[in-house]
């Protein structure tokens, strides 16, 4: 077959024959790609021109349904995906990874707009900022989507997972994509692409695909686009160097190369949960997609004492790895993603051979399973150990970037600490270890350099997703040699396709851009109670202003009984007439909330569901009894879930004396019936 590209809404064969793909198994043909002919400035101006306001038109709830439903119909398809992943070497464990690694991406991606972004179009970010003396004058520092597109170049070891994971997020911002995958896995990219396409899920214009070079793509780019890249940290610096890049200041988030390292407590001897968990860990990083994963553990950070029971450790475990034909059930490690891969492999094995010693892996003599040393990219698994690791310099810059990984050994914490941070920045660092003073040691002083870190010991170590897993929910990037960029990271990954931007203005103009109201905005009566109104008839800014009640010390004295809050400064004069910040005993301060609650809330059945939390709550003053307590509630912010027949509300509330003075403000949060659920329940 000849691979095709996705552009401008039709799927497109380069002009000339492309380059030639092989299996990584036995290098039989799979077919061919080139991009040729190609008008790239045409394709980014049409993401421009119709993906991005094709995208925008949806809020953030819609956009993120939008990737639900794609995850499902993914899923309903997946097995066609692992049927063609097979040819990148990669045995079902590992196409789990990629393909439904990917999916579950989606899923979360999904869930995590509907739970942290409102249902539309402004993102707003942290409280106004009150600019003047009378509250006329605030700021608002808001996030937008930026209006061109994200150019998302991946590499070659997840062909689903890696463009899942930075399509995700985009399309939640609102911004169209262009897919370029690696070359040499790009067939299993342009297979799910098809897929996608073809589900009619997302608007026209929101994905586009290149199955080849990127041509004069880089030329064309704005201040509006933004670049997401994963590959090799010399490729990163060409591209970022581009004068394009330069002059326009495009947003460029590089995940490139990373000597990653686990570090061995010293605690962590043989016989420990922990040693024996390490081996477990280090085996699975170095054998899972044949060690071909930014994250895989590439040093090894152990104490001098237990080396050498490591070492036979490690050779053991490894040795019980059946290397050979991924679709093999009994095979536990496929092939390398193409030939050049394994001879890149064996050159960086040479390279550090010159610093280190192979004690485990020979390549002369493989043992394959069910396939042909001659014919497909194998590599068996290859353990080296330096002796003198600080004195090295090769073990701490050169990455093979397969299943290799080299023994450091450590006389003390210090010099393990050194060693993580010699890699000069990483993806990701793990610590074995069941002593928590360790752990914190190692955390403190070498967390600058390291995207992620993970601990582990025997209390956690069932449930823990492993050194090599980068989450949705949480940062996936890292300094230094790791690119010094960020991916993934829930609502931080969309933030990256969005501009953020300082608003000044009145209350009132901020509160109709942001669909939040702003104390200082208009209050309006709706001459009805609130609560009576289903979540489509409430407005930005209806306002119940309630009567009033005293607070007695028969109210002190029987909150305190029928609660069990005895504390001093509600029930001993005396004693609270001590503390500075009161003069006498007080109000408990649940007992403001309770007592506000009960000035506002409307009693009889209605379209509010349901109470479920506050949020944001302070209180101002003391509350003395004699004193007089009123409300103002007002509804400022509306988030409508989806198909759900309820939306959820935030109520602005803020609590007065007898003074007009604040005592207590918070945000109450309630889910209230759509229009239709109300009238089919009511």
Known sequence: MKLQSFAQNQWVEGTDDGKELLSALDSSRIGTLSSSGIDFGSMLAYARRVGGPNLRNFTFHKRALMLKE???YLGENKQVFYEMSTKTGATKADSAVDIDGGISTLFVFSSKGRREMPNGHVYLDGPPE??????????QHIYTPIQGVAVQI????????????????????GVPAIIKPASSTAYLTELMVQHMIESNILPEGAIQLICGGVGDLFDHLTCQDAVAFTGSKATAEYLQQHSRVVSESVRFTAETDSLNASILGPDATPGTPEFDLFVTEVTREMTAKAGQKCTAIRRIIAPSAVTADLVRALSTALGEVRVGNPANKDVGMGALASLAQRDEVRERVAELSAEAEIVYGDQAHMNLLDADPDKGAFFMPTLLLCDKPIASTVV???EAFGPVSTVLPYDNLDEAIELSRLGGGSLVQSVFTNDNDVAREIVLASAAWHGRM??????CAAES????SPLPHLVHGGPGRAGGGEELGGVRAVLHYMQRTALQGSPETLACITDRWIKGADQK??????????FEQLEIGDTRNTDSREVTLDDINHFAEFTGDNFYAHMDEEAAAKNPFFEGRVAHGYLIVSFAAGLFVDPDFGPVLANYGVDNLR???PVNFGDTLKVRLTCKQKTLREGAGYGEVRWDTEVTNQSDEIVATYDVLTMVATDEHWASVR
């Open 70 to 72: 794609l995850a499902i």
């Open 130 to 139: 009150i600019l003047s003396r009378n509250g006329t004058f605030v700021g």
């Open 154 to 173: 991946n590499a070659f070891n997840f062909p689903c997972w890696g463009m899942l994971e930075k399509l995700a997020p985009a399309i939640i911002a």
């Open 396 to 398: 701490h810059s050169v």
């Open 454 to 459: 993970l601990i582990v010991n025997r209390h």
């Open 465 to 468: 997703t492993g050194h090599g």
């Open 525 to 534: 009566d709706p001459g009805v109670h609130p609560f009576r109104k289903t």
């Open 619 to 621: 209180f101002a003053q």
